[in-house]
Each structure stands twice: as structure tokens, then as C-alpha cells.
């Protein structure tokens, strides 16, 4: 795990613009309540979704809940549009996102900067349980495909497909629905990560039974909390609280509670 | 055992409070601004016609979420100086694109009224303001139900997208049910059967104004 | 001689001069002038498709004329200043079509230029509404009947008590009778004499010669958009200068040539 | 690679798919409308009864949830339609049956006159309907019919659900790679500006080329 | 005496039975009987309201009646089993208000029925259409306008062009002439003569009772949704049975009195 640093991971060259919506590039008045709110895409469980009663779970909501615990700040949770996520933020109608966002090279630039990593993922190759096919073979056959629409695993499938694999991509909207597409016999295959599929099999025992993971896709990535880069205050705050959080044994025991262990 | 799903029928219920709210301000808003665009387009000045038929292309062929997405950061904050919270946006700009649509509506509608009606009205000593809004509109506007009824279902759906700018009605509601259980079948299909018994009550009620309103003998049925 | 002669004042009411209209390929009036005096009636008859309804449309200004003038009470129509929505008050109109607002009933039909255009109190309105009506026979269970409900004579007869009510200085009629039964023309007839002996001047297209022969005070016969000829009712029907005046009005002779 | 280098292209490629469901369905949505306008108007009871089941049905549900139901809903019965063919069928049912909304009000509002005339030359109901009250029904129509058209359009973008690549999700995509929404949404935008005025101004020229001479006050 | 009685014939081509009609809360036709024999021309006057255009349409089941029965040469319309669609071709039917279709032109209004409903090659239904456009003189010039763009005598003569054309066994006229000029009455009727002589029989709705005097075998006078009282022409208004008769004729004598 990375030490702590001041910024997290940025875009090395970007200057950083200081705009209206930065709210805490330095700390606050000694006695001001710091007011945070939060922005995020409540369709990605186990990291951000909605229980029946309306409110919001999921580890990140959970990691959110410990560090403005930590620091007494006042945290409002507020879903939002994953595609304009990124403009509310800049704008101020958000002041940091945790909703599973990978951390990207694109992604990390003079709009958003991201904290120390906290989470690793892997992509996958996920077929029925009972295709036998080698994971060259599947990518090879002209078989659908099935990916979430602006998901790593849609970079992903575009990289393939690049290196001149011969798939059809069916990109749908969310993993449930790519994996929906998979069971139904629609798709042959689902490239995911398993950051979602893990979970999503340790709470769906039948769903696992019908299907395999033929193999892993790349290197690691990792997931980040995102900030505008002005805020250089509260980024720090997050990191030395994230940091804290993953050195104590508080986190194995909330990986452990939304099945990410 | 029960779907899990079924726990999270109040969650998407409460949905409709939003819902409501949008389709009541932005159908009432683009009344009241498609049917003086309409008469504009019909009966105003030269000028006066470009400047409405520029309006209805721009917000009628303008995807829904670039609208709210150039209103809510772009025109109110920049060019006008406000700053406007996301539901009072989206009413704005349901109304404003609303409006485009209706006004489209309610010509179709002026254009089935005989050209006798305003001939008659100008011979009794009506300005054309009085003969529109006395003789013209009044027809118009009956001829103009059906059409209004669509608008209303197109704009119940429509108050989804929204979400946009982080408004949470029905059907981001089913969305996030549908992910958060993974099951998605059966939250669609009550929130369809929700918009079904929203569009047709709606409808029912515009179609009661409709026959009441029906003008006796006039307009058939065929024979 | 007509009947309405004897309270022909010398005042001019209505002054048309030179009216010219075209559609597209086809001049409908090509040059026509006269003038109507108050209390006078004067018919305007013509082979169909002469121009006849063409040019009351262009007398109150329903249609625009390409050139000419018109003059009401020495104001001018024509005239671009003029407030002619406050002058067709003045002009009624009765259409050959009817054009009865369809949404309103008998009733409500001829309330509204009352109520509407000359701000009556409602009251008022209806009672001058009411007696306008039944001045032409249409009774209490007809008043709140659609238009569409209603048969051709008795949307002709609403139609010319919307005129009527609103005490117009003129009232210009597009073939006031020609729905009507006899009798009812007989009425509406008596009506038109009435209300020309209170000076309400009339100027009716009509294709009812005993009419023209009754009641007017001179009949201008129109022709391919213009006047032919123009006279007293007896010497243009009997004894016409032209052609095809003759031959216009020898059917008259010819048809009710067994009494 | 730089964002226009690479975005134009895409999106230009999502284009050319969205025109594709669009010319197919457009077309048959009118069809559709018009006979389920008739259909409430002129059918008899049972006829009636089911167009007006269909309309509310089509009518009342979300274009979502619409698709959902043809994508997933129907492979479950082991009925697999492709993304296109999924897109296509729906805007057809949803679109018609908006459409004929508009058909239905206009064929009411042809005077009755219109039709006892018909009649009594000896017409049948069908050849009435066909021959004298449609085709002054659907001039009516237009205006409003247009209006559904441009929709349509619009809602194309929703293909997406079910994995059609068309212009928004190929938008969907680039917006959560980079987060540049304004950019990509200023290209869309013009896209759909370009195809709902080519479409507007086509039925423009439609409307004034079909105007009876005479008998409307002023259509421009 | 009615010219036309010297070709009619003793076969009844129209029966017409106890017909009664009502509209909510109005009895509009109390059970009307009469029969037309082939080539007669018969002639149903009475005042306004009468319910004479509500019993043309009860004939060819336009409106449909709510009690009684209607043949047509032999064939019981009323009957539900008969296809009135084929019927009514064979019945030619003129409209009070024209009712010509707003999205056809002229020659297109009278050829339809041809193309459509008869199925006739269309250069055959265009050469017929021409003739019976010319027939009521609507000359080329005007065949290719809209109903719109016509005068109101054009659009009466065009809209009896379209019932002529289908060469019909009847036609019902309501108000046939009631836009035309008398010279153009006097055509029309005159083809009303012509087509009486080939056997075509008529029905007329006509106000002009110079016309029924002339032309009519019979006259049916309705008051009040019943036949009150039919005869010869001029028995029935000159030495008319009852007082309504009598002062619905009236007029007549006074208005043409003058000649
Ligand atoms: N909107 C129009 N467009 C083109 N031509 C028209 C229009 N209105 C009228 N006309 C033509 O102008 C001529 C005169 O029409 P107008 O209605 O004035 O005749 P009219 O004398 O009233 O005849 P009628 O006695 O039959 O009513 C006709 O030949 C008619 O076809
Ligand atoms: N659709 C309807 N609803 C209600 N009343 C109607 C309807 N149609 C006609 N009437 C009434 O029926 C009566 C007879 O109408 P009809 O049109 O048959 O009269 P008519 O004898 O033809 O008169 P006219 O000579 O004035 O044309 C009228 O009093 C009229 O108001
Ligand atoms: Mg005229
Ligand atoms: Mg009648």
C-alpha cells in the first residue's frame, strides 16, 4: 500500500486552477462546521447503491461515513448522473466523489484529482461454467461479448478488439444487465471487473454455479476518491484518514462486510 | 419467497413526488409559452415569426440533457448571473422545450379552423386579438386535446432524464433498484405499469375535457 | 319604384371607388364604383362568379382590395390609420356560407360581438341578443342549440341577427334569403324594410328578383367584376340597355310567367 | 490521440447506425399510427378495444423499459432480437402509438359533412376513410405528427440500453473516460440539430406542398 | 299541371314508410309516408325546421331513421341485410351545404365517385365528370380550383355535378338552387327536366316555388315533421287545405304581385 502523500495521484503537468467552487484549499476557521457532500453513482453496488428505504450504502458510503466521523464534518450524500458527474463536482455542486472511480490517466487532470489509491481490481473473462473454450479461443470465435457501457471492461473489450481480436462488443448499460445478457445465452462471454463480480457471486450462490472466470485481463487498477484539484486541504485530510483507516483492523472488517475480502 | 425488489416498491412510490412535480411545471409552463409561440407563428409580424421559429428548432431538436446541462451551468450561472437549484431547472427547461412542442401542437390545431370563423369574428368589429382568442383559440384548443395528451406522456418519461442534474424520480428509482438487487424484469416492469396507470388516468381526464368540450353535431365519428 | 325611396336621405353612407382584385391569374373585379345613401337599399345581383361576394369582402376590408377606396361616414376604410376594427362595428355582415362560430350556441353566437367587441354588460347583451332573434323568428328552444344542430334556415337567420344586434350603420348581405322558405323570406324581407326606415342602410346581394323589385332602391348589376349597368329595379329587369342583362333576367319572366 | 481525432469518428459512426433505425422506423411508425387512428375512430367495438389497448400499453410505457422488456424480456421465451432489430421494433410501437394520437384527434375534427357526402355517393366506411377523410385528416395531423417524428429522433439515443451503438452511447463512452461532457454533448447536439431540422424542414415543405388552396387561412 | 307527369310512369321506384326520427328531446319527423314513381319530379316545401333535410337524409340512411322503412326499387334499404353501400350509388343526393370534399378539386369531387366507387377506368370517369360539369356549366377554366377558391353558385352546381355523374335512379335535392342566379336556376333546371325525361327521378327540397309550379308532378308540404298536406302544384298553393298552407304560399302572391 502507498504512503500517504499530500496529493494523491494527479496530473504531474497541470496547473492547478483556482476557481469559485473551491471550497477548501486550506483549512477552515478553527470552530467552522466543514460541510462535505458527496457525489455518487448509486448503480454500482457493493461500492454505492440504495437500500429500500431510500438511503445510500456501500463501502465507499461506508469509508465516507469513517473519515467525516473522524473529523467531525457534516457529509451529505447526494446520487448522481455518472456523466455529469464530473461537471457537478468542478462546479461545486459536489466537493469529492467515491463511487468506485477508477483511477485513469485521462481522468486525473486539471478537472479532478484523485487520492491514494484504496481499492485493486483485475479485469475479468467470465463465460457459462460449462464452456470449456480456451480465453484466446472465445476472443477469437466472433462470439457477443457483453461489457458495462463506459466501463474499464468497454476500455478493455476496445483494447482487444484493437489488437485485432475477432468479438462482437454488446456494450450495455450496467454489469447486471451484461451479466443478464450472458445467462440469457445473448452473450457467449462478459468481460467485468471483479471488484463487481466477486461480491455480486458471494450474494447470488446460483448465479456463480452457472458461471466461470476463463481468465484475468491486465495489471491490477485501482480505485480513488476524487477531488477538485484546488482542494489541496481536504484531499490531504482524505488521504491521512484513508491511510489511517487502511493500517486499521476496522478496514479488513469492511472489506469484509460488502464481500470484498 | 417474495422478490427482493418488493421491499423497495415505497423507495420508487416516493418517486413520484418528484415526478409530479416536473410534469405539473413543465407541461403548465410550456402551455403558457406554446400557445403565444403558436399565434406568433401564425398571426405575428414577419420578424416576429423568425425569431419563434428559431426558438421551436433550437428546443425542439436539442437533445433534453444538453439543455439542462447548458442551462444549468452555462446559461443561468454564466450569462445570467443565478444561480438556480436542479428541480427549478428542470421545470424551466422541461417548459421551455415543452413549449417548443405545444406550440407545434396548438398551429396544427389554429390550421383546422375554417377560414369562415375569422372572417365572420373581423366582420362583427373584432381586432384580430379578440377574434383569436374569442373564436379561434377556443376551437383550436379543443382540437388541440389529443395532441396535448401525448405531450403529457412523453413528459411524465421524460422528467427522468433529469436525473441529469441529480432530480431523483421514478424511474432513476427503478434504475438503481434494478442494480442494487440484481433483478431487473420485475422492477421494469412495475415502473411500466406505474407509467401506464399515470398516462392513462392522465389521459382519461384530457379525454373527458375532450368529449365535454366536444362541440355538439359538429365533428364526426364517420356516420 | 322601391319601396325604401321615400327615406333616402342625400347623404352619402358608403362610398366605393375603383375597387380591383385579382387572384393569381384571375382579375374577380376590374374597377367598381358607387355609392349607397342612407336609408337607401340597394341590391347588387350577377351571374355567379361575377365578383358579387368578392367585393362586400372588399367593402369592409375581409378581403384587400388591390386598389381603390371605400368610405364609411366620410371615413376612409382604405386608409391605413383608420382603426377599422372600430368601423366593421359599424358594417354588419352577413356571410353566404353563415359562418356561425361553431363552439357557441344560437344565443351566445350572437352575444359576442355585443359583449366582446361593444363591452355590453352581459345582461344587456343577452336581452339585445334575445329580441335580435326572435326579430327573425328563432325561439327560445332554438337559442341554445350548436350551429351544427341547427337546419339552413335557421343558421341563416342566426347569422343575420348577429348582424343585426349590432346596430350596425350599414349592414351588407351576401344572399340574406337564400335558405329561407317564402314566408321567412317574407319576414326577413319586412325586417330589412324596417330596419331601413331607421335609416340602416342596406346593400344585399340576392338573387331573389322579387325582392330586388319589392324593396330596392336601385340595382347594379355586376358582370365579370364590373357594373354593367346600374338603375332602377323595373327599368333593369324589364327593359335592360344590355345584352346579357336581358338574357340574365328573361328566366324571371319565363319561370314565374304562369301567374 | 487527441479528443476530436478520436471522438469525431466514433461518433460519426454512431451517427450513421442512428439513421439507420430511424429510416426504417419513422416510416413504419406512421403507417402504424395511421391505422391505429383509424382503427379508434372508424373500428368496431373489438377493433377499437385493442387498438385503444395497444395505444395505452405503448403510450404508457417508459421507451426504457419498452426496449428492456423486447431485449430481455423476449430472450427469456428464447426470442433473440439484435440490438437493431430490438431498437427498431420499439420506436415503431412507441412512436405509433403516439402518432396515432395525433390521427385520431385529426380525423375527428374533419366536419361530418365530409363524410355524408361519401356516403352517399355509395362509398363504404373503408373507402370514405381512405379516400376523403384520411387525406385531409393526415394535413391536419402534420404539424403534430412532426412533432413525434422529431422526437423520435431524439429518442433514438436510447438505443443504447440495449447495446446499439448509436451516437449517445458511443457519447456514453467517451464521457466516462475523459469526463468531458460539454465537448461531447455540444457534438451531439449538433448531430440531432442537423437530423431534426433536415426532418422539420422536410415536413415543412410536406405540409405546404399538401395545403388546400383556399381553405387555410395562412399554413407558411 | 307539372310538366314532367307526361313521362311517369306507374312503376314506384322510391317507398317511403311511417318514418319517425327524434333528437334527444325533439320529435323531428312524426312518420312520414309518400312514394315517387319513376320520372317524377316531386317537391318537398314547408317552413324552416320542418324537417325536410332530416328526411332526405333518413332516406338514403344518412341519418338513420328511428322507426319505419324505406324501398327503393324494390329493395328495402331499411333492411339491414341490404348493402347500402351499393344502394346508395344508385341514389344521387344534392347538399344543403354543398359538402363538396375541402381537399379536391372541382373535377376530382365529381370523378371520385367514379374512380372509387364504380371503379371506372379513369379516363372514362374524367370524360363524364367533364360532362356533367358542363352540364351545370362549370366550364374548364374552373374544373381544376378547389372548393375553396369557387363562388357559391359554383360550388352548388359542382356538388350537382357529383351526384349527376353516377348516373343515379334518384337524386335528392336539398336546396339545389338556392346560390344560383335565376338564369343559372333556370339551367339547372332545366337539366332536372332532362334528366326527369330519361327517366331519372327527383326529389326536391326547394324553397322556389316558381320551380315547383313549373316542374313538379306533385308538391309534399311538411309542417312540423309530418306531410301535412300534397296535391297538385298549384292546388296546393293556390287553393290550399289548411291556414299553415295558406300563409306559407302567401308571400308568394305578394312578393311577385308586382307583375
Ligand atoms: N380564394 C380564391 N382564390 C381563387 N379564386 C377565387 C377565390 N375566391 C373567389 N375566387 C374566384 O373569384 C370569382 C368571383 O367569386 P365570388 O365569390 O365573388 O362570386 P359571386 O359573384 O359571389 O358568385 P355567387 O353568386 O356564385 O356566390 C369566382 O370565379 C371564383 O372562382
Ligand atoms: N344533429 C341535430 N341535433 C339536434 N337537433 C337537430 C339536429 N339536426 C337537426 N336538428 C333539428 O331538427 C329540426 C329539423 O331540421 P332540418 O334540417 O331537417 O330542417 P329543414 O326542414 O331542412 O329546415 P331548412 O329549410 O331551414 O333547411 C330543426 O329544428 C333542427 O334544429
Ligand atoms: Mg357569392
Ligand atoms: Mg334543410
Redesign the pocket.
Known amino acids: 500500500k502507498p504512503a500517504p502523500s499530500g496529493t494523491g495521484t494527479q496530473c504531474p503537468e497541470c496547473a492547478i486552477p483556482v476557481t469559485s467552487a473551491c471550497k477548501f484549499v486550506t483549512a477552515p476557521p478553527e470552530g467552522e462546521k466543514v460541510h462535505i457532500v458527496l457525489g455518487f453513482d448509486a448503480n454500482y453496488p457493493p461500492f454505492t447503491y440504495v437500500l429500500p428505504n431510500g438511503s445510500a450504502a456501500g463501502f465507499d458510503i461506508d469509508v465516507m461515513k469513517w473519515i467525516a466521523n473522524k473529523y467531525g464534518w457534516e457529509l451529505e450524500l447526494k446520487p448522481w448522473d455518472w456523466s455529469t458527474i464530473v461537471t457537478a463536482l468542478e462546479n461545486g455542486d459536489l466537493d469529492v466523489i467515491a463511487s468506485g472511480m477508477s483511477i485513469t490517466p485521462e481522468r486525473a487532470s486539471e478537472k479532478i484529482w484523485f487520492s491514494i489509491p484504496y481499492y485493486s481490481y483485475i479485469h475479468e473473462l467470465v463465460a457459462k461454467a460449462d464452456d470449456t473454450r480456451s480465453a484466446d479461443e472465445i476472443l477469437n470465435s466472433g462470439a457477443v461479448i457483453a461489457v458495462q457501457k463506459g466501463s474499464t471492461a468497454e476500455e478493455w473489450a476496445d483494447k482487444l478488439l484493437a489488437e485485432g481480436y475477432n468479438f462482437q462488443k454488446l456494450a450495455l448499460n450496467s454489469y447486471v444487465e451484461a451479466l443478464q445478457a450472458l445467462l440469457d445465452g445473448r452473450a457467449q462471454a462478459l468481460i467485468t471487473d471483479s471488484a463487481f463480480l466477486e461480491p455480486y457471486l458471494k450474494q447470488h450462490p446460483d448465479v456463480a454455479a452457472q458461471v466461470r472466470v476463463v481468465t484475468t485481463l491486465g495489471a491490477p487498477e485501482t480505485y480513488g476518491i476524487a477531488t477538485r484539484p484546488c482542494d489541496i486541504w481536504l484531499r490531504t485530510k482524505i488521504n491521512d484518514a484513508l491511510h489511517e483507516l487502511m493500517t486499521s483492523p476496522e478496514w479488513n472488517k469492511l472489506l469484509e462486510k460488502w464481500g470484498l475480502g | 419467497m417474495d422478490p427482493v425488489w418488493w421491499e423497495y416498491i415505497p423507495y420508487i412510490l416516493q418517486g413520484a413526488i418528484w415526478t409530479f412535480t416536473l410534469v405539473g411545471g413543465g407541461l403548465a409552463l410550456g402551455f403558457a409559452i406554446g400557445v403565444p409561440v403558436a399565434m406568433g407563428q401564425k398571426y405575428g409580424p414577419t420578424w416576429l415569426k423568425a425569431v419563434l421559429d428559431a426558438y421551436v428548432w433550437f428546443f425542439r431538436g436539442t437533445p433534453l440533457v444538453v439543455l439542462l446541462f447548458l442551462f444549468y451551468w452555462g446559461v443561468f450561472p454564466v450569462l445570467l448571473g443565478i444561480k438556480l437549484d436542479a428541480l427549478t431547472t428542470s421545470i424551466i427547461v422541461l417548459g421551455l422545450r415543452s413549449g417548443a412542442y405545444q406550440s407545434q401542437i396548438f398551429r396544427g390545431a389554429l390550421n383546422s379552423v375554417d377560414e369562415g370563423q375569422m372572417l365572420a369574428a373581423r366582420a362583427l368589429g373584432m381586432t384580430k386579438w379578440q377574434a383569436i382568442t374569442n373564436i379561434i383559440l377556443p376551437q383550436a384548443l379543443r382540437i388541440a386535446i389529443p395532441g396535448w395528451t401525448n405531450e403529457y406522456a412523453i413528459i411524465l418519461k421524460d422528467s427522468a432524464i433529469c436525473f441529469t442534474l441529480g432530480v431523483i424520480e421514478i424511474l432513476t428509482r427503478t434504475r438503481y433498484v434494478v442494480i442494487s438487487t440484481g433483478e431487473a424484469l420485475g422492477p421494469f416492469l412495475f415502473a411500466g405499469i406505474l407509467y401506464i396507470i399515470f398516462t392513462y388516468g392522465g389521459t382519461k381526464v384530457f379525454n373527458i375535457i375532450y368529449e365535454k368540450y366536444h362541440i355538439p353535431g359538429l365533428v364526426g365519428k364517420g356516420v | 319604384m322601391g319601396r325604401g325611396s321615400e327615406m333616402v336621405g342625400d347623404e352619402i353612407v358608403l362610398r366605393v371607388e375603383n375597387i380591383h382584385k385579382r387572384?393569381?391569374d384571375?382579375e374577380?373585379?376590374k374597377g367598381v364604383t358607387f355609392e349607397v345613401r342612407r336609408g337607401e337599399t340597394k341590391v347588387i345581383a350577377?351571374?355567379?362568379?361575377?365578383?358579387?361576394?368578392?367585393?362586400?369582402?372588399c367593402i369592409n376590408l375581409l378581403?384587400k382590395p388591390d386598389k381603390g377606396r371605400v368610405w364609411l361616414e366620410g371615413v376612409e376604410l382604405t386608409d391605413p390609420e383608420t382603426n377599422i376594427n372600430k368601423m366593421r362595428q359599424k358594417i354588419g355582415f352577413v356571410f353566404?356560407e353563415f359562418n356561425l362560430f361553431h363552439h357557441l350556441t344560437a344565443l351566445e353566437n350572437v352575444m359576442i360581438g355585443l359583449t366582446k367587441v361593444k363591452k355590453l354588460p352581459k345582461d344587456v347583451a343577452r336581452k339585445k341578443a334575445e329580441e335580435a332573434l326572435l326579430t327573425v323568428h328563432i325561439t327560445e328552444d332554438l337559442w341554445h342549440k350548436y350551429p351544427a344542430q341547427l337546419s339552413g334556415g335557421q343558421k341563416q337567420r342566426v347569422a343575420i341577427a348577429r348582424a343585426l344586434a349590432m346596430d350596425p350603420v350599414i349592414i351588407l348581405y351576401?344572399?340574406p334569403t337564400s335558405a329561407l322558405d317564402p314566408q321567412l323570406v317574407g319576414e326577413v324581407l319586412r325586417v330589412m324594410e324596417e330596419l331601413a326606415r331607421k335609416g340602416v342602410t342596406g346593400l344585399v346581394?340576392t338573387?331573389e328578383i322579387g325582392f330586388a323589385l319589392e324593396v330596392a332602391d336601385e340595382i347594379l348589376f355586376?358582370y365579370g367584376?364590373r357594373i354593367l349597368e346600374r338603375g332602377p329595379p323595373r327599368e333593369v329587369v324589364f327593359s335592360p340597355k344590355h345584352e346579357v342583362t336581358r338574357k340574365f333576367f328573361e328566366n324571371i319572366t319565363k319561370l314565374y310567367g304562369g301567374k | 490521440m487527441g479528443f476530436w481525432e478520436e471522438f469525431i469518428p466514433l461518433v460519426l459512426h454512431g451517427a450513421v447506425n442512428t439513421l439507420w433505425v430511424l429510416v426504417i422506423s419513422i416510416p413504419a411508425s406512421v403507417a402504424l399510427a395511421i391505422a391505429l387512428g383509424s382503427a379508434r375512430v372508424y373500428g368496431n367495438a373489438p377493433i377499437k378495444a385493442i387498438a385503444t389497448a395497444f395505444v395505452v400499453t405503448f403510450r404508457g410505457f417508459p421507451l426504457v423499459v419498452t426496449l428492456f422488456l423486447l431485449f430481455f424480456g423476449l430472450a427469456d421465451l428464447g426470442i433473440y432480437l439484435t440490438p437493431y432489430q430490438t431498437a427498431t421494433l420499439a420506436f415503431v410501437l412507441c412512436g405509433g402509438s403516439y402518432m396515432s394520437e395525433y390521427v385520431r384527434g385529426a380525423i375527428r375534427s374533419i366536419d361530418i359533412g365530409q363524410s355524408l357526402a361519401a356516403r352517399a355517393l355509395g362509398m363504404t366506411k373503408f373507402q370514405e376513410l381512405i379516400y376523403i377523410i384520411l387525406p385531409q385528416a393526415i394535413r391536419r395531423a402534420l404539424p403534430g405528427l412532426s412533432n413525434e417524428i422529431i422526437y423520435q429522433i431524439k429518442y433514438s439515443s436510447l438505443a443504447f440500453v440495449v447495446g446499439y451503438e448509436e451516437i449517445f452511447a458511443v457519447s456514453k463512452t467517451f464521457i466516462s473516460r475523459y469526463f468531458m461532457p460539454l465537448q461531447v454533448f455540444m457534438v451531439d447536439a449538433a448531430l440531432y440539430l442537423a437530423m431534426t431540422t433536415a426532418a422539420a424542414y422536410g415536413l415543412r415543405a410536406l405540409e405546404y406542398k399538401l395545403r388546400i388552396?383556399?381553405l387555410e387561412m395562412s399554413i407558411r
Open positions: 387572384y393569381k384571375q374577380v373585379l350577377g351571374p355567379s362568379g361575377a365578383g358579387k361576394s368578392t367585393l362586400l369582402r378581403t353566404q351576401d344572399e346581394v338573387h355586376m367584376g | 388552396p383556399g
